[in-house]
């Protein structure tokens, strides 16, 4: 096993650091067009969908390349590469893989171009964990499905053009995993009404979702009518593999140590104290372990292979390890910890008090810590399911 870059993988870091010195000033120093003129500058640079087939508008950069922008920008914290996390996570290489040559020209240059956001419609008020039974149906009339039901906890609802949408158009099926179709659902659809859902820590970054006689045409649906659990299956592993993505968690190892330099305990540079040092260690040492595992995948991706459960490994990690590091922050801060943004005296902006409250993002969102246990359990070791 070799862990060393290439010259040219070097080269191309150099490349990736040159270029954020260049066109990411500091926070403060950011005019209101900045945003706009980071993403077509990156668009330009061709690192939007870097990995994408060119045909696509994408780069057909290779996988290592790709882990290397990541954990530059990540390390930078640059702002993102587009608007639509999701779009570029899961929905685009989703078209991508089973969309109609027509869908394909559609979406995909609006998604590499921020021209839209994406929202990723499968929770149900009694169907998350168990989402292979969800009720929201789709009957087709003529050239239209029609769709009644609704979704819950769609994050960026509020926001988005556009909902990638799991409706149920066969209920007298034999697995609960078949009559499942995807559709592609522009959110400003008569019918279609998002009613924000205020989290803990004061975000209204999620939604629930009623969908009434909305009128989907049959164009828009993604794979074949009762493929939809194929192409979730799919989606989710994207999405469980952005979740567990190492590049962020190292971006935050990287604050935690300012931290510990700033912060006093008993009079000293908290940093100094022999038992945050061994903690700080830890995290490194777990972060390091999921960085390692992050390079299974990888090489699993390089060889043509499809992720599929592994990516619940690093998912399940995160969870845990952010949760533990938020708290970690919070305690050490003491009270200036628990003041969220907008504090005089919130530590780090408030990020550290926010992200201790947000951490359902990581842990629930994608799918349940026990589910992904399932998942590693019968999917992974192949133990029995009873
Ligand atoms: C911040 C956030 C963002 C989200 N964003 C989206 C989104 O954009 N789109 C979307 O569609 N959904 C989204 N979700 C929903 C999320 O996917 C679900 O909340 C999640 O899958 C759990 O489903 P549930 O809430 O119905 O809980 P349940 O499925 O009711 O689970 C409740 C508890 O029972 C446990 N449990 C359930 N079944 C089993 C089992 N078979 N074995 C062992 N334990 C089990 C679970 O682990 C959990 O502890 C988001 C959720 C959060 C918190």
């Known amino acids: 096993m070799d862990f060393d870059y290439t010259a040219e993988e070097n080269a191309f870091r150099e490349e990736v650091r040159k270029f954020i010195s260049e066109n990411l000033p500091p926070k403060k120093e950011r005019d209101k067009n900045f945003l706009n003129t980071w993403l077509e500058k990156v668009r330009a640079k061709g690192w939007v969908g870097f990995s994408w087939p060119k045909e696509f508008g994408g780069s057909a950069g290779g996988l290592i390349e790709q882990t290397i922008l990541r954990e530059e920008m990540a390390l930078a914290k640059a702002p993102p590469l587009g608007t639509s996390m999701m779009g570029l996570a899961w929905v685009g290489p989703g078209i991508m893989e089973y969309g109609t040559e027509e869908q394909k020209r559609k979406f995909i240059p609006d998604i590499l171009d921020s021209k839209v956001t994406w929202c990723t419609g499968y929770s149900e008020p009694n169907h998350g964990s168990d989402l292979a039974a969800i009720q929201c149906k789709a009957e087709l009339h003529g050239d239209n499905y029609v769709v009644n039901g609704q979704k ?61 006689d909305v009128q989907v045409p049959v164009e828009n649906r993604l794979g074949a009518e009762g493929d939809g659990w194929k192409v979730t299956v799919s989606a989710l592993a994207n999405e469980r593999s952005s979740i567990g993505e190492v590049t962020q968690m190292f971006a935050k190892l990287e604050n935690l140590k300012e931290l510990v330099k700033v912060t006093y305990k008993q009079g000293k540079p908290a940093q100094e104290d022999p038992s945050v040092r061994r903690k700080v260690a830890q995290f490194e040492m777990k972060i390091a372990a999921m960085k390692y595992n992050g390079l299974r995948y990888l090489t699993k991706q390089i060889k043509g292979e499809p992720l599929t459960s592994e990516t619940s490994v690093n998912k399940l990690h995160r969870a845990s390890l952010e949760i533990e590091m938020d708290d970690f922050a919070v305690e050490l801060t003491g009270q200036a910890g628990l003041q969220l943004r907008g504090g005089d005296a919130a530590v780090d902006g408030g990020s550290w008090s926010k992200s201790a409250l947000n951490w359902p993002n990581v842990v629930i969102g994608g799918g349940t810590p026990n589910i992904q246990r399932n998942i590693i359990a019968e999917r992974l070791l192949g133990m029995p399911k009873d």
């Open 152 to 212: 819950i906890w769609t994050t960026g609802a509020p926001w988005s053009q556009w909902i990638i949408l799991l409706t149920r158009t066969q209920f007298d099926v034999e697995s609960k995993h078949d009559g499942i179709t995807c559709l592609l659902v522009p959110m400003d659809a008569p019918g279609v009404e998002v009613r924000p859902i205020e989290n803990m820590a004061g975000d209204k970054h999620f939604a629930e979702i009623f969908f009434t």
